[in-house]
T-cell receptor, first 109, second 111 residues
Framework: SQQGEEDPQALSIQEGENATMNCSYK?????LQWYRQNSGRGLVHLIL?????REKHSGRLRVTLDTSKKSSSLLITASRAADTASYFC?????????FGTGTRLTIIP | DAGVIQSPRHEVTEMGQEVTLRCKPI?????LFWYRQTMMRGLELLIY????????DSGMPEDRFSAKMPNASFSTLKIQPSEPRDSAVYFC?????????FGPGTRLTVT
């Protein structure tokens, strides 16, 4: 069964704006990861945040984790048309990765 | 490295036929995962192996599904007999530590 729930389910923004996606989960985790999936393609690992971390940056990506609220957010700054994709959070526990429902992000040029 | 390789990329078969999906993990990775993605259920973990040994197959839907990993460089997921509700994209992923690398997937259509 899916553990993560993401919101919004779909998000459309203008190129250059920031995009924020949220993820909630229900059980214990070792870490939380974010993946991107372009239409009809495989998943690409973006960033991982461990359960004892609160914030992590990678290029234009910023991830936060609040284990007390069992939630995470992914911020993409200065969005580009190429960022158009589906984004999934995934929680890992004992090597098992459980995916959320995903957010479909559309960047409008 | 070529990444995780899956074959075939597309498979169309009739209900009742046997289907075999193949995966070659990244060389040196010791864990391999099979996932299924559908619109209704999203991404589901079917089974994963560590050092060629099945660790958790609780996600395998039913006895029609079976997976093997005869060696560190090859795994198969077999569906016998196939049903229309098995139509999905099946992903294989491999990892050495935490980061998992996904293959391009096999799109299976059962008519």
């Amino acid at each position: 069964s899916q553990q993560g729930e993401e919101d919004p389910q779909a998000l459309s923004i203008q190129e250059g704006e920031n995009a924020t996606m949220n993820c909630s989960y229900k059980t214990s985790i070792n870490n939380l990861q974010w993946y991107r999936q372009n239409s009809g393609r495989g998943l690409v690992h973006l960033i991982l945040i461990r359960s004892n971390e609160r914030e992590k940056h990678s290029g234009r990506l910023r991830v936060t984790l609040d284990t007390s609220k069992k939630s995470s957010s992914l911020l993409i700054t200065a969005s580009r048309a190429a960022d158009t994709a589906s984004y999934f959070c995934a929680t890992e526990w004992n090597e098992k990765l459980t995916f959320g429902t995903g957010t479909r992000l559309t960047i409008i040029p | 490295d070529a990444g995780v390789i899956q074959s075939p990329r597309h498979e169309v078969t009739e209900m009742g036929q046997e289907v075999t999906l193949r995966c070659k993990p990244i060389s040196g990775h010791n864990s391999l995962f099979w996932y299924r993605q559908t619109m209704m259920r999203g991404l589901e973990l079917l089974i994963y192996f560590n050092n060629n040994v099945p660790i958790d197959d609780s996600g395998m839907p039913e006895d029609r599904f079976s997976a093997k990993m005869p060696n560190a460089s090859f795994s198969t997921l077999k569906i016998q007999p196939s049903e229309p509700r098995d139509s999905a994209v099946y992903f294989c992923a491999s990892s050495l530590n935490t980061d998992k690398y996904f293959g391009p997937g096999t799109r299976l259509t059962v008519t």
